[in-house]
């Protein structure tokens, strides 16, 4: 039979969040409490995990008092200052004391600010000691357990924003270059779709996923092991159900063939690459004839050359027919769809 096409490209795909962060401290300490439910949803910035914060309290209120020394130093030498540049001016002391007051003086306030910046340091550690989300998405389950010494290498957990959700493709070059417009597609090749292309992904149990995605980018380079660049499309996803290290396949229709001619998928033979169909003809006598394949669609092979519009071929019992061999032909009946 004939019937328009279209002519679709797939992908395999694996699924990512679209912002994925690690969780990891900002400083060492014991883990003493997770303030989260494991694979719940989190905002930016909700505690997740608590870090023993005595040790960084008691740093912050020695460091207040280290401030609160230099402060005193500083005040007693400003004091020295203004007591002895008279009495210099007046020659009752020497010029050099004054000197000697001045540069205390000096380094008394710098002693002061190095001081300001070890409180803040200290309150940024006191701080840290909660550690929280960067970002709103589903957490995932804890790698830190109570009581675990921790620091800035150790990972958490993570936090990915799911909706919408990435599914990562590997195209080769020239598929690449003719979704840029680098090459011209040629007669026989599929142009690759572009940015407007409305893209559905199969999941692995077969069925479509409802929501239509697009492809948002392309990575800076091609693999040059493999030959292929990544691409990546967005889906949205709510409820969050899909999730990273997914595979599923991204399909995107990239044109219409008119006028395909189709036969049932089961009618056509593959031998050592070559493809084969049993032509009923003259006298209802079988005619064994290569043919060059197209597409699938659904349950039926687009045929490209080999084959006439009208003419009749083998769909049940193929292996059983031979060249020249008389056959009483019957209608096909295409069985139903299984599930």
């Known amino acids: 039979m004939k019937q328009d096409v279209p002519l679709r490209t797939e992908w395999v795909a694996t699924l990512d969040g679209y912002v994925n962060a690690r969780i990891q401290p900002q400083v060492t300490g014991y883990l003493i409490k997770q303030s989260y439910v494991e694979g719940s949803f989190v905002k930016k910035g909700d505690v997740l995990f608590e870090i023993d914060p005595r040790p960084f309290q008691a740093a912050l209120d020695q460091a207040r008092g280290q401030k609160a020394q230099a402060e005193a130093q500083l005040g007693r030498a400003a004091r020295d200052v203004e007591r002895d540049t008279p009495l210099a001016e007046a020659r009752a002391i020497a010029r050099s004391q004054l000197d000697n007051d001045v540069q205390a003086k000096l380094a008394a306030a710098a002693a002061v600010d190095s001081a300001k910046a070890a409180v803040k340091t200290a309150q940024l550690n006191l701080e840290f000691t909660k550690v929280r989300s960067l970002t709103d998405g589903i957490a995932g389950i804890a790698r830190g357990q109570l009581g675990d010494l921790v620091g800035p290498s150790t990972l958490l957990t ?156 083998v769909a049940e019992g193929v292996q059983k027919v031979r060249e020249g061999v008389p056959v009483t032909p019957v209608p096909f009946q295409q069985p139903p769809a299984k599930g």
């Open 158 to 313: 993570s936090v990915s924003r799911l909706d919408p959700i990435k599914a990562y493709v590997a195209i080769s070059e020239r598929e690449y270059l003719q979704f840029v417009g680098g090459l011209g597609p040629s007669a026989e090749a599929r142009p690759f779709p572009n940015l407007d292309t409305p893209l559905e992904l199969v999941l692995a149990d077969g069925n479509v996923y409802p929501h239509p995605g697009k492809f948002v980018l392309a990575d800076r380079q091609v693999d040059p092991t493999t030959g292929t660049i990544r691409i990546a499309a967005a889906f949205a996803n709510p409820g969050n159900i899909l999730r990273p290290g997914q595979f599923g396949r991204v399909r995107a229709t990239v044109g219409l063939k008119q006028d395909a001619l189709l036969v049932p998928q089961r009618a056509v033979t593959e031998l050592q690459g070559s493809y084969q169909v049993a032509v009923v003809g003259e006298g209802n006598k079988v005619a064994i004839r290569s043919v060059k394949v197209g597409p699938r669609v659904g349950r039926l092979w687009v045929i490209e050359d080999g084959l006439t519009a009208g003419e009749k071929v």
